[in-house]
Protein backbone atom coordinates (compact mmCIF):
# COMPACT_ATOMS: atom_id res chain seq x y z
CA UNK A 1 0.00 0.00 0.00
CA UNK A 2 1.10 3.76 -0.86
CA UNK A 3 1.33 5.43 2.24
CA UNK A 4 -0.72 8.99 1.86
CA UNK A 5 2.87 11.05 2.19
CA UNK A 6 4.22 9.24 -0.69
CA UNK A 7 1.09 10.16 -2.50
CA UNK A 8 1.02 13.65 -1.40
CA UNK A 9 4.77 13.67 -3.07
CA UNK A 10 4.36 12.43 -6.42
CA UNK A 11 1.60 14.99 -6.67
CA UNK A 12 3.22 17.36 -5.99
CA UNK A 13 6.32 16.68 -8.62
CA UNK A 14 3.43 16.01 -10.86
CA UNK A 15 2.41 19.24 -10.85
CA UNK A 16 5.97 21.04 -10.76
CA UNK A 17 6.22 18.46 -14.20
CA UNK A 18 3.29 20.31 -15.59
CA UNK A 19 4.43 23.54 -16.85
CA UNK A 20 1.24 25.31 -17.01
CA UNK A 21 0.79 25.04 -13.17
CA UNK A 22 4.14 26.25 -12.48
CA UNK A 23 2.82 30.04 -11.80
CA UNK A 24 0.09 28.77 -9.15
CA UNK A 25 0.31 28.37 -5.58
CA UNK A 26 -1.22 25.10 -5.02
CA UNK A 27 -1.82 23.21 -1.68
CA UNK A 28 -2.03 19.00 -1.40
CA UNK A 29 -3.43 17.25 1.22
CA UNK A 30 -4.21 13.57 1.26
CA UNK A 31 -5.75 10.86 3.96
CA UNK A 32 -6.71 7.62 3.34
CA UNK A 33 -5.85 8.14 -0.88
CA UNK A 34 -8.88 10.59 -1.33
CA UNK A 35 -6.85 14.06 -2.65
CA UNK A 36 -7.81 17.72 -1.70
CA UNK A 37 -6.66 20.55 -3.71
CA UNK A 38 -6.03 23.94 -2.41
CA UNK A 39 -4.77 27.44 -2.98
CA UNK A 40 -5.08 28.71 -6.46
CA UNK A 41 -4.56 28.96 -10.07
CA UNK A 42 -4.54 31.88 -12.67
CA UNK A 43 -7.13 30.62 -14.36
CA UNK A 44 -10.43 27.85 -14.60
CA UNK A 45 -7.63 25.54 -17.45
CA UNK A 46 -5.25 25.75 -14.65
CA UNK A 47 -8.00 24.34 -12.23
CA UNK A 48 -8.94 21.55 -14.54
CA UNK A 49 -5.49 21.13 -15.00
CA UNK A 50 -4.59 20.63 -11.44
CA UNK A 51 -7.26 17.92 -10.99
CA UNK A 52 -6.04 15.62 -13.96
CA UNK A 53 -2.53 15.88 -13.13
CA UNK A 54 -3.62 14.49 -9.52
CA UNK A 55 -6.06 12.14 -10.75
CA UNK A 56 -2.68 10.22 -12.54
CA UNK A 57 -0.88 9.80 -9.34
CA UNK A 58 -0.66 5.86 -8.30
CA UNK A 59 -2.52 5.36 -5.37
CA UNK A 60 -5.19 8.20 -5.64
CA UNK A 61 -8.55 7.13 -5.05
CA UNK A 62 -10.63 10.30 -5.65
CA UNK A 63 -9.88 14.28 -5.97
CA UNK A 64 -11.61 16.95 -4.26
CA UNK A 65 -10.71 20.43 -6.01
CA UNK A 66 -11.63 23.62 -4.08
CA UNK A 67 -8.75 25.26 -5.97
CA UNK A 68 -10.15 29.18 -6.04
CA UNK A 69 -9.40 30.83 -9.77
CA UNK A 70 -7.98 34.18 -8.82
CA UNK A 71 -7.58 36.26 -12.57
CA UNK A 72 -4.80 38.39 -13.11
CA UNK A 73 -6.33 41.81 -13.15
CA UNK A 74 -4.85 42.29 -16.87
CA UNK A 75 -7.18 38.76 -17.37
CA UNK A 76 -10.68 40.36 -15.62
CA UNK A 77 -13.86 40.61 -18.41
CA UNK A 78 -17.33 41.87 -17.64
CA UNK A 79 -19.80 39.31 -17.40
CA UNK A 80 -21.83 40.39 -20.99
CA UNK A 81 -17.61 40.44 -22.56
CA UNK A 82 -17.41 36.99 -21.14
CA UNK A 83 -20.90 35.89 -22.43
CA UNK A 84 -20.19 37.25 -26.13
CA UNK A 85 -17.22 35.44 -25.72
CA UNK A 86 -18.70 32.05 -25.01
CA UNK A 87 -21.32 32.12 -27.57
CA UNK A 88 -18.40 32.89 -30.29
CA UNK A 89 -16.62 30.09 -29.20
CA UNK A 90 -19.33 27.56 -29.59
CA UNK A 91 -20.77 29.65 -32.57
CA UNK A 92 -17.51 28.54 -34.23
CA UNK A 93 -17.40 25.08 -32.54
CA UNK A 94 -17.73 22.88 -35.32
CA UNK A 95 -18.76 19.99 -32.94
CA UNK A 96 -21.07 21.83 -30.81
CA UNK A 97 -24.86 22.14 -32.11
CA UNK A 98 -24.58 25.69 -30.97
CA UNK A 99 -27.84 26.80 -31.21
CA UNK A 100 -29.55 24.09 -28.89
CA UNK A 101 -27.25 26.02 -26.03
CA UNK A 102 -27.35 28.98 -23.73
CA UNK A 103 -25.09 30.40 -21.91
CA UNK A 104 -25.52 32.49 -18.28
CA UNK A 105 -22.37 34.30 -16.75
CA UNK A 106 -21.99 35.42 -12.94
CA UNK A 107 -19.07 37.07 -12.03
CA UNK A 108 -16.88 35.28 -14.26
CA UNK A 109 -19.01 31.93 -13.57
CA UNK A 110 -20.28 30.41 -17.01
CA UNK A 111 -23.52 28.36 -16.46
CA UNK A 112 -23.92 25.84 -20.09
CA UNK A 113 -27.60 24.55 -20.42
CA UNK A 114 -29.86 23.17 -23.09
CA UNK A 115 -29.15 19.60 -25.09
CA UNK A 116 -26.77 17.48 -27.22
CA UNK A 117 -26.93 14.40 -28.93
CA UNK A 118 -23.68 12.94 -27.92
CA UNK A 119 -22.03 13.28 -24.47
CA UNK A 120 -18.34 14.82 -26.54
CA UNK A 121 -20.68 17.49 -27.55
CA UNK A 122 -21.08 18.35 -24.01
CA UNK A 123 -17.46 17.90 -23.10
CA UNK A 124 -16.60 19.94 -26.43
CA UNK A 125 -18.85 23.08 -25.35
CA UNK A 126 -17.57 22.84 -21.68
CA UNK A 127 -13.57 22.66 -23.12
CA UNK A 128 -14.62 25.64 -25.18
CA UNK A 129 -16.35 27.96 -22.61
CA UNK A 130 -13.21 26.91 -19.79
CA UNK A 131 -10.22 27.99 -21.87
CA UNK A 132 -11.46 31.39 -22.07
CA UNK A 133 -9.97 34.78 -20.75
CA UNK A 134 -12.07 35.96 -17.91
CA UNK A 135 -13.98 32.41 -16.84
CA UNK A 136 -13.15 31.01 -13.50
CA UNK A 137 -15.49 28.15 -13.22
CA UNK A 138 -18.36 26.00 -15.53
CA UNK A 139 -20.99 24.95 -14.86
CA UNK A 140 -22.49 22.19 -17.72
CA UNK A 141 -25.95 21.21 -17.21
CA UNK A 142 -26.15 20.31 -21.26
CA UNK A 143 -28.02 16.91 -21.00
CA UNK A 144 -28.27 14.40 -23.60
CA UNK A 145 -31.15 13.99 -26.02
CA UNK A 146 -32.64 10.59 -25.35
CA UNK A 147 -32.15 8.23 -28.31
CA UNK A 148 -33.34 5.01 -28.59
CA UNK A 149 -30.76 2.61 -27.15
CA UNK A 150 -28.80 0.03 -29.12
CA UNK A 151 -29.70 -4.00 -28.49
CA UNK A 152 -25.84 -4.53 -28.29
CA UNK A 153 -25.06 -1.01 -26.19
CA UNK A 154 -23.36 -3.34 -23.55
CA UNK A 155 -21.12 -5.06 -26.02
CA UNK A 156 -20.36 -1.73 -28.16
CA UNK A 157 -19.29 -0.21 -24.27
CA UNK A 158 -17.10 -3.47 -23.00
CA UNK A 159 -15.57 -3.50 -26.43
CA UNK A 160 -14.46 0.21 -25.75
CA UNK A 161 -13.03 -0.32 -22.54
CA UNK A 162 -11.28 -3.32 -23.88
CA UNK A 163 -9.54 -0.85 -26.13
CA UNK A 164 -8.46 1.23 -23.80
CA UNK A 165 -4.53 0.83 -22.92
CA UNK A 166 -5.17 1.59 -19.21
CA UNK A 167 -8.17 -0.30 -18.47
CA UNK A 168 -8.44 -4.16 -17.52
CA UNK A 169 -12.27 -4.52 -18.76
CA UNK A 170 -11.94 -7.57 -17.43
CA UNK A 171 -12.67 -6.58 -14.00
CA UNK A 172 -15.75 -4.21 -15.38
CA UNK A 173 -18.82 -5.18 -15.53
CA UNK A 174 -21.56 -2.91 -17.22
CA UNK A 175 -25.46 -2.83 -16.60
CA UNK A 176 -28.08 -0.90 -18.99
CA UNK A 177 -31.49 -0.11 -18.18
CA UNK A 178 -33.57 1.67 -20.39
CA UNK A 179 -30.58 4.75 -20.92
CA UNK A 180 -28.73 4.17 -18.49
CA UNK A 181 -25.06 2.21 -17.47
CA UNK A 182 -23.97 0.98 -14.57
CA UNK A 183 -20.41 0.51 -14.02
CA UNK A 184 -19.11 -2.09 -10.99
CA UNK A 185 -16.01 -3.70 -10.58
CA UNK A 186 -12.13 -2.43 -9.18
CA UNK A 187 -9.29 -0.25 -11.58
CA UNK A 188 -5.95 0.66 -10.58
CA UNK A 189 -6.21 4.37 -10.53
CA UNK A 190 -8.91 7.31 -10.24
CA UNK A 191 -7.90 8.26 -14.19
CA UNK A 192 -9.07 4.77 -14.96
CA UNK A 193 -12.25 4.95 -13.54
CA UNK A 194 -12.90 8.48 -15.04
CA UNK A 195 -12.10 6.42 -18.71
CA UNK A 196 -13.98 4.03 -18.11
CA UNK A 197 -16.75 6.60 -17.31
CA UNK A 198 -16.39 8.36 -20.30
CA UNK A 199 -16.61 5.61 -22.66
CA UNK A 200 -19.56 4.50 -21.32
CA UNK A 201 -20.83 7.85 -21.63
CA UNK A 202 -19.94 8.78 -25.37
CA UNK A 203 -22.28 4.86 -26.11
CA UNK A 204 -24.97 5.54 -28.66
CA UNK A 205 -28.38 5.79 -26.57
CA UNK A 206 -26.69 6.26 -23.09
CA UNK A 207 -27.94 9.47 -21.47
CA UNK A 208 -26.79 8.46 -17.61
CA UNK A 209 -23.99 6.58 -16.14
CA UNK A 210 -23.56 5.76 -12.73
CA UNK A 211 -20.13 4.44 -11.59
CA UNK A 212 -19.15 2.05 -8.94
CA UNK A 213 -15.66 1.36 -9.84
CA UNK A 214 -13.94 1.01 -6.62
CA UNK A 215 -10.06 1.92 -6.64
CA UNK A 216 -7.07 -0.34 -5.74
CA UNK A 217 -3.37 0.24 -7.37
CA UNK A 218 -2.60 -3.22 -5.94
CA UNK A 219 -6.24 -5.26 -6.90
CA UNK A 220 -4.05 -7.40 -9.55
CA UNK A 221 -0.85 -7.63 -8.65
CA UNK A 222 -0.90 -11.31 -8.14
CA UNK A 223 -2.73 -11.65 -11.33
Not at 57 to 64: I, L
Not at 118 to 127: C, L, N, P, T
Amino acid sequence: MRSDNDIQKDITQEFKWEPRLQDDDLAVGVREGIVTLAGYTRSYTDKVTAERAASRVKGVKAVANDIEVRLPTISARPDPEIARAVVYALQWHTSVPDERIQVKVDHGRVTLVGDVDWYYQKEEAERAARVLMGVKGVSNLITLKARPTSSDVKEKIKKALQRGAELDADHITVEIASHKATLRGTVRAFAERRDAERAARNAPGVTEVENQLTVDPYAFAAV
